[in-house]
């Protein structure tokens, strides 16, 4: 695959992002709000909730605090409808989207009896089915946003296509479902190759300090890198040309590719030298 090395600018794009209230999504909101992007913030949590912090509200004050436009919609992406109905509302307030990305995701770390129908329909239901659902609806606006010459793009956060044993046997029902997101990124870099839309995935070596992450028993956080590290991936990613599609990149790899190799700062713990690897990564 040839690499096509052209900068566009986030000034006055808009960046649908589920997930966006915390985390990794709204990491990704603000790194893009700098450049003065439009965000439209598509998550579920409305009010305050002390084990999960955030909230679509929060996470828009905090896209304008660093510059760029926010608007606020509380969706459940499982929802047909719901996420039909957001896609309209964002094409309206700011004329068009030209960036999705495919962040939120569902996860629980268990094995198959540990794992009820009603569990794994919510991790494939949000993370497999969402991912698709959201790329459907906003497909005809970043068709527009293709011939208008904005350089749009799918960002999915998930992991290399590696069908590896290891990489199920603990946890099927949630590998099943985040592989599911990175089928996405395979079929619709293919699919929407002549529509002129880049469709990619972005995926950590080490693991993240999320909200959800310290949630899951036996995490040391402290041993954790910045959701940082992801939003200037992702930044490096949705700024260069669409013409570099159905890639699967891992964050520090994109990072050391433009010359950034001291990642100190995305460190929970400065000095840390074995941080604990993500998932999917051989």
Sequence with gaps: MTVVNQTFSLTGKTLFITGASRGIGLAIAKRAALDGANIVIVAKTTDLNAKLPGTIYSAAKEVEAAGGRALALAVDIRDDAAVFAAVAQAAQTFGGIDILVNNASAISLTNTEATPMKRFDLMNGVNARGTYLCTMACLPELKKSA??????????????????????????AYSMA??????????????????GIGVNSLWPRTAIATAAMQMIPGVDVALCRKPEILSDAAWLILTNSNANSGNFYIDDTLLAAHGITDLEKYAVTPGTQHFIPDFFVD
């Design 147 to 172: 011939t208008a010459g904005r350089n749009p793009q799918v960002l999915t956060m998930s992991p290399p296509l590696s069908m590896q044993t290891h990489w199920f046997q603990n946890h099927t």
């Design 178 to 195: 985040k592989y599911g997101m990175s089928l996405c990124t395979l079929g619709h870099a293919g699919e929407f190759k002549k529509y």
